[in-house]
């Protein structure tokens, strides 16, 4: 079983639909949960990150954790074509070195999401 | 405030070489992660560099290897490329004490 398991998709709906994306996880050590939007031919941009289990909300974005079911979502309100993209999942534990903590993030294969106008 | 660059953004090489990329991160950003990114296995971690010190690695062979320098800036080496190494290489960057890492645009590897 993959650490990590996301829909591939792809996943096509009409502009101003709710979109809901979803990742399962196995690894209880997980603490720290992101969700990235990746275009074509980009980088991963940063949309939302969440410590531990529940909501948080940043305009049309809202991203929830649940730690029980090992489960999380990002649901995207009132969708547009500029939100067509590879929407992945990623998670962490949490590493504590002198000087912070560290970054090895475990990432969904990603969502690939078509908003049509 | 600029964000994560890498150079070259494409590349071509042939089986058996070597590569070397580079990544600038972000002003004041100490961290620096890298990822190699391929349609059948997603993004997977390579390593991560803090302050000059590779302090997590991932699940590849000894032919991947990086460091960092006093600035901060960081290589990544592959040598005795193989035709499974062509890939999208990501490097992120994030400062002490968070964990938001932000990505480059990646440098495209092609090995023939």
């Known amino acids: 079983q993959k650490e990590v398991e996301q829909d591939p998709g792809p996943l096509s709906v009409p502009e101003g639909a709710i979109v809901s994306l979803n990742c399962t996880y196995s690894?209880?050590?997980?603490?720290?949960f992101m969700w990235y939007r990746q275009y074509s031919r980009k980088g991963p941009e940063l949309l939302m990150y969440?410590?531990?289990?529940g909501n948080k909300e940043d305009g049309r974005f809202t991203a929830q954790v649940d730690k029980s079911s090992k489960y999380i979502s990002l649901f995207i309100r009132d969708s547009q074509p500029s939100d067509s993209a590879t929407y992945l999942c990623a998670m962490s534990p949490i590493y504590e070195h002198s000087g912070g903590s560290n970054y090895k993030l475990t990432f969904g294969k990603g969502t690939l999401l078509t908003v049509n106008p | 405030k600029a964000g994560v660059t890498q150079t070259p953004r494409y590349l071509i090489k042939t089986r058996g070489q070597q590569v070397t990329l580079s990544c600038s991160p972000i002003?004041?950003?100490?961290?620096v992660s890298w990822y190699q990114q391929t349609p059948g296995q997603g993004l997977q971690f390579l390593f991560e560099?803090?302050?000059?010190?590779?302090?997590n690695k991932g699940n590849f062979p000894g032919r991947f290897s990086g460091r960092q320098f006093s600035n901060s800036r960081s290589e990544m080496n592959v040598s005795t490329l193989e035709l499974g190494d062509s890939a999208l290489y990501l490097c992120?960057?994030?400062?002490?004490?968070?964990?938001?890492?932000?990505f480059g645009p990646g440098t495209r590897l092609t090995v023939t």
């Open positions: 992120a960057s994030g400062t002490s004490g968070e964990y938001e890492q932000y």
């Open positions: 002003s004041g950003h100490r961290s």
């Open positions: 560099y803090f302050s000059e010190t590779q302090r």
């Open positions: 690894n209880s050590a997980f603490q720290y």
């Open positions: 969440t410590y531990s289990s």
